[in-house]
Nanobody, 124 residues
């Protein structure tokens, strides 16, 4: 069982930056590839970014590539999402998720555990 708690959301203006954090419980954090998803009002949840267990490989949705950076600190059981050049269309509830993975270096996007989400609002 992995419990995930996101933080760092808020209200910002277009062009601003924000860093989300996701703290995981337990000693098995490094066993999971970690992902970020988001869900805007009236829309389906969509994939944003993923990072391998090692932190050495990442993968991004086209809509955030070049603006968002996912990273992790296995010693702190935490995954981050640095969001730069934010746009109003980035407004959503952001969720982190843990995907079981047998590979240390490959990204996995098959979430088993989810956090409760943190709200990001970008005003124009």
């Amino acid at each position: 069982q992995v419990q995930l708690v996101e933080s760092g959301g808020g209200l910002v203006q277009a062009g601003d930056s924000l860093r989300l954090s996701c703290a995981a419980s337990g000693r098995t954090f490094s066993m999971y590839s970690m992902d970020w998803f988001r869900q805007a009002p009236g829309k389906e949840r969509e994939f944003v970014a993923a990072i391998s267990r090692s932190g050495g490989n990442t993968y991004y949705a086209d809509s955030v590539k070049g603006r968002f950076t996912i990273s992790r600190d296995n010693a702190k059981n935490t995954v981050y999402l640095q969001m730069n050049s934010l746009k109003p269309e980035d407004t959503a509830v952001y969720y982190c998720a843990a995907s079981s993975s047998a590979s240390w270096g490959a990204v996995a996007i098959t979430p088993t555990y989810w956090g409760q989400g943190t709200q990001v609002i970008v005003s124009s």
